[in-house]
């Protein structure tokens, strides 16, 4: 007889909150105007996002992207455009932070629920270091978008 790990109740409720956000893709579109544009693509995949985001003084008005990919890139860009809007550049910095250290872990942090939100969902993706750009990429692209906005 074999005995087989117990199975983290929460990693079905991370994988349905991605496949949501997936098919839903909240914040997905141009914005107008926009203070900085990135475009980012994950050569090892293919995964394809343009994100913009509008700063209104320190705090980010709003944001839009439009990509392509697999459901984690999706699903991380539709959770980031949920979340950014009404943050202070900071805020979204240590978010993005926070995110990258997550995903970097290979599961070896505790993910900060009252900080990443819905980003959490990710926690699982970092025992996978080949889908860990794919989480990443729209989280970059904001960062570097509010580095050009710096500027």
Sequence with gaps: MTSQAPRDPLAGLYQELILEHAKRR???GAIEPFDAERF???PTCGDE???RVRLDGDAVDALG???QGCSISQASASVLA???PGLTVAEAR???EAMRELLRSRGGVEPDEALLGDAVAFA???RFPMRVKCAMLAWVALE???DQAAR
Excluded: Y
Aim: net charge negative; aromatic share 4%.
């Design 65 to 67: 992207w439009e990509g």
């Design 40 to 42: 980012l693509r994950n």
């Design 124 to 126: 699982g993706v970092a």
């Design 49 to 51: 996002i343009r994100l």
């Design 144 to 146: 570097e978008a509010l």
């Design 82 to 84: 949920e979340q950014a």
């Design 26 to 28: 909240e914040g997905e």
């Design 94 to 96: 240590q978010r993005i």
